[in-house]
């Protein structure tokens, strides 16, 4: 499909610095986006669109899962797993 060529080596960096970069923005503003909407606008601009939205998704979990660490709580092992 068109517009679905892999990105160039430069290109993942380009994306994963803006990511970062952003992330960074929420991390220190207590993830108040419109402090960093010149961030997302350059991470939107640099990465595919699939690639942001799988990157929101991974925030959100990731958040998630920080809050449940800090507040105590466990899941179970999944068991049999090895």
Do not use: I, N
Not at 53 to 70: G, I, N, S, T
């Amino acid at each position: 499909a068109a517009g679905m060529a892999a990105p160039t080596m430069q290109e993942r960096k380009a994306c994963w610095g803006a990511r970062d970069e952003f992330w960074q923005c929420l991390d220190s503003h207590g993830d108040d986006a419109a402090k960093c909407e010149k961030l997302r606008r350059a991470f939107e601009s640099r990465c595919p669109q699939q690639w942001v939205k799988h990157f929101d998704k991974r925030r959100d979990f990731l958040k998630y899962k920080k809050k449940l660490e800090a507040e105590g709580f466990h899941p179970p092992e999944a068991a049999g797993k090895s």
